[in-house]
Antibody, heavy 121, light 108 residues
Framework: QVQLQESGPGLVKPSQTLSLTCTVS??????????WSWIRQHPGKGLEWIGY???????YYNPSLKSRVTISVDTSKNQFSLKLSSVTAADTAVYYC?????????????WGQGTMVTVSS | SYVLTQPPSVSVAPGQTARITCGGN??????VHWYQQKPGQAPVLVVY???DRPSGIPERFSGSNSGNTATLTISRVEAGDEADYYC???????????FGGGTKLTVL
């Protein structure tokens, strides 16, 4: 079955760019039919949707983060990535990648295990 | 933007029924999804499209949605059901995915 796995640095310095990758196994991003999202959870808090990408490269970002977020896809590697620029301590969170059925948007049916990112000097 | 409101906590004795609500303006017109999250783990989808269950989710988990309130019902609650539960919708007017604040279910 499809599995997602996040990877990337666990510590990022303030003002730098947070970069994470989600590797998809057991299925192909290129097959379509799904949005591939990033979601984060601040320590002890709720879930916040960051944005999604479709295999074609089309994206949509949460307006609250839009100015700092870039999500990209590499279909040859079956991966999609998150970049969040100009990070501060407020970006410290567990970051999840997740799959969502498209047309119309549906539930997040598969999640990665999550990766903790701490913003600190 | 669209807002989903959940009670911070719900407590129930083992074997009883837990009901977790999710309030939103005319939420009955949207599809509501529910996730279970245990400490240190990723969320798991337990109910989608108001009342459907993914394979592997016990029949004890059910959902309903009408008017301004969606409800996740857990029958015959077990100690293993203790977790945080989140509701989520797609807001078609903004194309945003919106989560409720979460409800901590405590099994007494």
């Amino acid at each position: 079955q499809v599995q997602l796995q996040e990877s990337g640095p666990g510590l990022v310095k303030p003002s730098q760019t947070l970069s994470l990758t989600c590797t998809v196994s057991g299925g192909s991003i290129s097959s379509g039919g799904y949005y591939w999202s990033w979601i984060r959870q601040h320590p002890g808090k709720g879930l916040e949707w960051i944005g999604y990408i479709y295999y074609s490269g089309s994206t949509y970002y949460n307006p609250s983060l839009k100015s700092r977020v870039t999500i990209s896809v590499d279909t040859s590697k079956n991966q999609f990535s998150l970049k969040l620029s100009s990070v501060t301590a407020a970006d410290t969170a567990v970051y999840y990648c997740a799959r969502e059925r498209s047309s119309p948007p549906d539930a997040f049916d598969i999640w990665g295990q999550g990766t903790m990112v701490t913003v600190s000097s | 933007s669209y807002v989903l409101t959940q009670p911070p906590s719900v407590s129930v004795a083992p074997g009883q029924t837990a009901r977790i609500t999710c309030g939103g303006n005319n939420i009955g017109s949207k599809s509501v999804h529910w996730y279970q999250q245990k400490p240190g783990q990723a969320p798991v989808l337990v109910v989608y499209d108001d009342s459907d269950r993914p394979s592997g989710i016990p029949e004890r988990f059910s959902g309903s949605n009408s008017g301004n309130t969606a409800t996740l019902t857990i029958s015959r609650v077990e100690a293993g059901d203790e977790a945080d539960y989140y509701c989520q919708v797609w807001d078609s007017s903004s194309d945003l995915r919106v989560f409720g604040g979460g409800t901590k279910l405590t099994v007494l």
